[in-house]
């Protein structure tokens, strides 16, 4: 492994550790999931607290429900063959299934089976967190090798008042103003789609507790999908205190995987975020920009009216724009260290921009002279005036215009490109910074 690869092994390594949880919106396997996380940051000196939700909570519109355990879950034949059991996959079970105890014959056991009829091989995940029934997952293949005779339908789980779990990190920088990043980790074995935005957050987490010089204080968000964001919106005043304090938001979803850089937008595509993560994806050789009518992560919930926040997504491939997704397909075979190394890189790219953004203006008047300072070749070759153009039109826009994302969209080259030659030329004392 090079060391360009390392932390995409890291995260690759933490993502396959949680990919066994048996997680819902409540439970066990969420609190076993936030362990994990405070084990990985822990080195950082960062703490990660936890909060519990006690079930029938009023969380705006919606209740916390109540939380749901599971202790087994199968099929068997009438010669005693488990057909499923989630021993084998916590996909066989429908998510928050109500207990059961039963032999029925074929006919009536088909009506609590769930398969995908466009996917013959695969597990659906499939869920029903808030209306009462008990079911189980198969592949079609499977279901439709089935005998008729009687089969043993068994569940062992419980409903019970408990609680909803949110977790959050703080790390402190020289401004009370806020980046967040929020990531969910509330279904059971699925590798891109659950696991892979906790292990970015948590290896960001890490990178950016040991960085030098803070700008801007760093807030990182783990909640169950949906209910969880709305939750923490509602407790302790969080929606006023990130409306004055949040420069910018990114929800970390599907992550992992070697396929398209993508972004949902915020709900008018006008925010710092968008200019940010435009910017950083516009210079990926395969990217995909999806407007806020394509949502479907806990960006509805941040940029849902009267919340407002200045939040957009981002993903490798786009949930539900890939097969594999919300099937036992979405495995550690579909996620690889590159596609998490691609991820980190690319919120790194959006970090860096925003710690050294700022608006530049040249010190002396006309063009400096740039070769007594070792800025300008002596030597003419192909390739070499291509980056001297680059250097003059920064110096031409660096007029108390345009900051980083001004430049890069008029030059036509990646911000960090131009953070290189602006740190030379602030080296040299030409250039200084000014007031936003």
Request: proline share 3%; aromatic share 12%; hydrophobic share 35%.
């Amino acid at each position: 492994m090079s060391m360009e690869n390392e932390a995409g092994k890291r995260m690759y390594e933490f993502a396959s550790k949680i990919f066994p949880y048996n997680r819902s919106i409540t439970g066990e396997g969420v609190r076993q999931t936030l362990s994990d996380i405070a084990d990985y940051i822990s080195s950082s000196g960062t703490k990660l607290n936890i909060t519990d939700v006690p079930s029938g909570t009023q969380v705006f519109d919606w209740t916390v429900p109540r939380e749901w355990k599971i202790r087994e879950a199968y099929i068997e034949d009438e010669n005693g063959n488990h057909i499923i059991d989630m021993k084998d996959s916590n996909l066989h079970v429908l998510g928050y299934s109500t207990p059961v105890d039963e032999w029925v014959a074929l006919d009536e056991l088909k009506k609590h089976i769930y398969v995908e009829n466009d996917q013959p091989d695969v597990i659906p995940y499939v869920t029903s967190y808030y209306k009462e029934r008990y079911g189980f997952c198969m592949s079609k293949n499977m279901l439709d090798s089935l005998k008729d005779g009687r089969y043993h339908m068994y569940i062992d789980s419980e409903l019970f008042d408990g609680v909803l779990n949110y977790a959050e990190a703080v790390i402190p920088g020289d401004s009370d103003e806020e980046i967040m990043f929020s990531t969910y980790f509330c279904h059971p074995s699925m590798a891109d789609n659950e696991c892979s935005g906790p292990a970015l957050a948590a290896e960001l987490i890490n990178t950016i507790a040991a960085m030098d010089h803070r700008r801007y204080t760093y807030r990182y968000v783990f909640v169950p999908e949906t209910i969880g964001s709305i939750t923490y919106l509602s407790q302790e005043d969080h929606v006023n205190y990130l409306q004055k304090h949040l420069k910018a938001g990114f929800v970390l979803s599907c992550v992992g995987d070697d396929n398209d850089y993508s972004m949902i937008q915020s709900r008018y595509a006008d925010t710092y975020a968008d200019r940010l993560l435009i910017n950083v994806l516009r210079y990926k050789e395969k990217h995909t920009i999806y407007g806020f009518n394509q949502r479907g992560s806990d960006e509805r919930q941040y940029n849902a009216p009267g919340v407002d926040l200045p939040v957009v997504c981002f993903c490798r491939s786009k949930f539900g724009e890939f097969p594999e997704y919300h099937t036992s397909a979405d495995n550690m075979n579909f996620v690889s260290e590159e596609g998490f190394q691609g991820a980190y890189d690319a919120m790194m790219e959006v970090v860096n921009i925003l710690e050294k953004n700022a608006r530049y203006r040249m010190k002396v008047l006309c063009e400096p002279q740039l070769g007594k300072r070792g800025l300008y070749s002596d030597i003419s070759r192909k390739g070499i005036y291509d980056t001297i153009l680059v250097q003059r039109d920064v110096i031409s826009y660096c007029d108390g215009r345009n900051d980083l994302l001004d430049l890069s969209e008029r030059i036509g080259v990646p911000v960090s490109d131009i953070i290189d030659i602006i740190d030379r030329l602030k080296d040299n004392d030409l250039l200084e910074e000014t007031e936003e």
